[in-house]
């Protein structure tokens, strides 16, 4: 057991069922490790609270990258950025949050942020360029746009959580972005965005498998 597979293992249990239902017993208990063994490589749960949203944060980052890499027109870019959220919302608990800005607000005011300045500056790009290309409608104030958007997906985040009884995460997210994309869409280029929601394949680019609570 490492300090790596230890840090791992603990995000998937904050990110997946909140941070308030571990102790350090319970962790170390799920590690099937000693508390002192734990107490080496972490000093208390605040410690490995503040890893695991560093480590969040460079998991965002990185996926948002490999978004920059892969698509080549600015309507492609922002699918994929769009897609990179979802699969964020899907396999990270509302609870994580709520305990992350109860019991940790530095921590969560730092997290929010750094996800934040992630996307924002990202859609912010797309957008104007998309303006000029006339891909996007003319009308649009782009800085307004992407703190509208930013909203909704927090909004929506807790809202699939409310309705998982109703309808899957993965269809509250896709009705959510299509609302997104369908309002910002110049109207000339509605058949374009048709076509790259076909080819784009976004159901199965979400349909990853949901993590497992029962670790």
Known sequence: MNE???????????????????????????????????????????????QVCTLMAANYNRSM???????????????????????????TSPAFFTDLQKHYPAESVALVNTLNRSIHSRILKVLEQGIVEGVFRGSLHPELVVAILQQHIQKDFEFAAELV????????????????????????????????LQHFSFANKMAQPETNESL
Do not use: W
């Open 4 to 50: 790596i597979i230890i840090l791992q293992t603990v995000f998937r249990l904050f990110a997946t069922q909140g941070i308030q239902p571990f102790t350090m017993d319970d962790i170390a208990a799920k590690l099937a490790i000693s508390k002192k063994t734990l107490y080496r490589y972490f000093t208390s749960r605040h410690d490995l609270v503040q």
């Open 65 to 91: 990258e490999e978004a920059d890499k892969t698509e080549t027109n600015n309507l492609q870019r922002v699918l994929s950025y769009m897609t990179v959220n979802i699969n964020f919302c899907k396999t």
């Open 165 to 196: 009884n109703d309808y899957s995460k993965d269809e509250v997210f896709r009705q959510a972005m299509y609302l997104f994309l369908y309002g910002i869409i110049a109207p000339e280029a509605i058949p374009q965005l048709d076509n790259e």
